[in-house]
């Protein structure tokens, strides 16, 4: 686990990573599919393609509805900034070139198996954080490293989840969308 940045405009990132015993292809058809990531996620309530899209593509759109106790429920848009099958899926939320937040899965063939590492820069656009920041200001660190922290357990817990289904007796089956 890694952490970064301390102030919003610092762009602060967490990066956790994992070790899965399947190959990353079969690792990419499940970090790639936006639909599952809602049943992997305590946040993620909802995602879904945009624009007749049905799978991961450069510059390809997707809504995420989300719901947190403190910051309320809401609703984005994302872009696909990066998308090299199987070792790089990224998006940026809301303007790809100002984004709210930019997160990134990326795999490695390692041991048989895949390194799995999630990253998330916060920034340097605007988001419902900065607003809480713009009402606390001198709370402005406290805020990033609690929001830090959330985001380093719930990626902690997706890769976990990830890492279950990939080596699970039905994973080269599939998985169901929501």
């Not at 303007?95 to 063939?109: G, I, K, N, Q």
Request: hydrophobic fraction near 40%.
């Amino acid at each position: 686990m890694e952490w970064t940045g301390a102030r919003y405009a610092d762009g602060p990132t967490v990066e956790v990573d994992t070790w899965i015993g399947a190959p990353p292809e079969r690792v990419w058809d499940l970090v790639s599919d936006i639909e599952l990531m809602p049943e992997l996620s305590g946040e993620l309530q909802a995602a879904r393609w945009l624009d007749g899209v049905t799978g991961p593509a450069l510059g390809a759109r997707f809504t995420g509805s989300s719901a947190h106790e403190a910051l309320g429920e809401w609703r984005t848009t994302s872009y696909v900034v990066e998308c090299a099958p199987p070792r790089v899926f990224a998006w940026a939320v809301e303007d790809p070139e100002h984004p709210a937040a930019t997160w990134r899965f990326t795999l490695v063939p390692e041991g048989g198996g895949t390194r799995l590492r999630q990253w998330v820069r916060l920034g340097p656009g605007r988001s419902g954080l900065s607003q809480a920041i713009e009402r606390m200001p001198e709370k402005e660190q406290k805020i990033v490293h609690v929001r830090l922290r959330e985001f380093e357990r719930n990626i902690t817990a997706t890769l976990g989840a990830l890492k279950e289904r990939a080596e699970g007796a039905g994973a080269a089956a599939g998985t169901a969308g929501a």
